[in-house]
Structure formats: structure tokens, C-alpha cells
T-cell receptor
Framework: DAGVIQSPRHEVTEMGQEVTLRCKPI?????LFWYRQTMMRGLELLIY????????DSGMPEDRFSAKMPNASFSTLKIQPSEPRDSAVYFC???????????FGPGTRLTVL | AQSVAQPEDQVNVAEGNPLTVKCTYS??????LFWYVQYPNRGLQFLLK??????LVKGSYGFEAEFNKSQTSFHLKKPSALVSDSALYFC???????????FGTGTRLQVFP
């Protein structure tokens, strides 16, 4: 298995632009998690899905953030409009069941100018 | 509140010496406990977990961790450190009856030749 796949690996955009991050979980995993990592706040859980259904989005910082999982093999995290304080590394992770070992993707490094 | 604490921002150890990275937790019920490692510009990689059973858990790359219920600790250990072990280490806990992981702030391990 290729593991969790994220794209793009790097994204540089200007304030006010829409940003879409993509994730393909490990096949057969029922849970998908989106995290954000910054020096100041560490690793934060933004939202997670079970069987494509959002279960807990309490970590989503603002209405500018939205996430979808239209099918078992694809999820997106969208920021619209983006702001410089959104600059961070965004990770996607998946697990077979919850709670269980989560497998992380390589991350997307987002820079908002 | 449920939480995980990693009291040391950085741990320095000489190659060949034993290492310990500390983790304590505060959750209700019987938690699931995890250790992850993060190398520069990479996603988090699973090292080991405790679910139930033997308090000493062995994981990848020669690492082990001991679950101590009375002290609510789950310290990561390795008998002989390698320079290649230098990385950022995260402790995580999944409280009883939840699907989420709560991550600590991370401890940077530096192994000197």
C-alpha cells in the first residue's frame, strides 16, 4: 500500500485566495483525520470522519475552513479566504478503526503571503 | 480536562547511552497510549502503542515504553541511542470511548556522536 497520500506537498498563495488540500487515505480505513501543525500551537485536530461522515469538527478554527469526504478514497480541506495565520503544515491521517493507530501522510506545507 | 504532558522540550543523550522520553497523561477510564516519531519534513510515524495487557510494550527501531497506571505515565525508552534516533517524539492518548488522539507538545531528542 502506498500509505496516505496528500497533495500538494507545498502550497504558496496570497491572502484572500482559496486553498484546497487533498488527501487519499489508506484503502479500507474507515477513519480520516485532518490535523494542523504549527510551532506555536503544536499538533491540532481539525476534523475527523467515520465512513465518510464528519463526526467532530470542533477543531475547525473558523467558518473559512471546510472539509468534505465525498467517498472512501478522497477528502478535501478547503480554506476560503486564506489568511497569513493559516500558514502551517496540514496533515491527513487514517485509521482502520477508532481508536487505533493512525497513519499519517507526508503533509502539505501551506504558506499564505 | 483530558490531556497529555511531555515535560521536556528537548532531551540530549550521547550515542550508545540509554534514553528516556517522558510522558504523563490525565484522562478518565482506561486509555489507549501511543508514541509517534517525526523526522524533519515528514509526517508522524507510529512507534508503539499500549491497549491492554503487559505494561512493557516493544515497538519499532528498538524502542519500548512502560505503562504505569499509578503514576499515569507512559515513558519511551531505548537501551542504546543512535544518532539516527534524533527526531521529534510525540506521545498521544485516546481516552476511553473516543475515536480521537490527544497529542502532547512533542520532545526533541538529540543524540550526539
Amino acid at each position: 500500500d502506498a500509505g496516505v497520500i496528500q497533495s500538494p506537498r507545498h502550497e504558496v498563495t496570497e491572502m484572500g485566495q482559496e486553498v484546497t488540500l487533498r488527501c487519499k487515505p489508506i484503502s479500507g480505513h474507515d477513519y480520516l483525520f485532518w490535523y494542523r501543525q504549527t510551532m506555536m500551537r503544536g499538533l491540532e485536530l481539525l476534523i475527523y470522519f467515520n465512513n465518510n461522515v464528519p463526526i467532530d469538527d470542533s477543531g475547525m478554527p473558523e467558518d473559512r475552513f471546510s472539509a468534505k469526504m465525498p467517498n472512501a478514497s478522497f477528502s478535501t480541506l478547503k480554506i476560503q479566504p486564506s489568511e497569513p495565520r493559516d500558514s502551517a503544515v496540514y496533515f491527513c491521517a487514517s485509521s482502520l478503526v477508532g481508536p487505533d493507530t493512525q497513519y499519517f501522510g507526508p503533509g502539505t506545507r501551506l504558506t499564505v503571503l | 480536562a483530558q490531556s497529555v504532558a511531555q515535560p521536556e522540550d528537548q532531551v540530549n543523550v550521547a550515542e550508545g547511552n540509554p534514553l528516556t522520553v517522558k510522558c504523563t497523561y490525565s484522562v478518565s477510564g482506561n486509555p489507549y497510549l501511543f508514541w509517534y516519531v517525526q523526522y524533519p519534513n515528514r509526517g508522524l510515524q507510529f512507534l508503539l502503542k499500549y491497549i491492554t495487557g503487559d505494561n512493557l510494550v516493544k515497538g519499532s527501531y528498538g524502542f519500548e515504553a512502560e505503562f504505569n497506571k499509578s503514576q499515569t505515565s507512559f515513558h519511551l525508552k531505548k537501551p542504546s541511542a543512535l544518532v539516527s534516533d534524533s527526531a521529534l517524539y510525540f506521545c498521544a492518548v485516546s481516552p476511553y470511548n473516543t475515536d480521537k488522539l490527544i497529542f502532547g507538545t512533542g520532545t526533541r531528542l538529540q543524540v550526539f556522536p
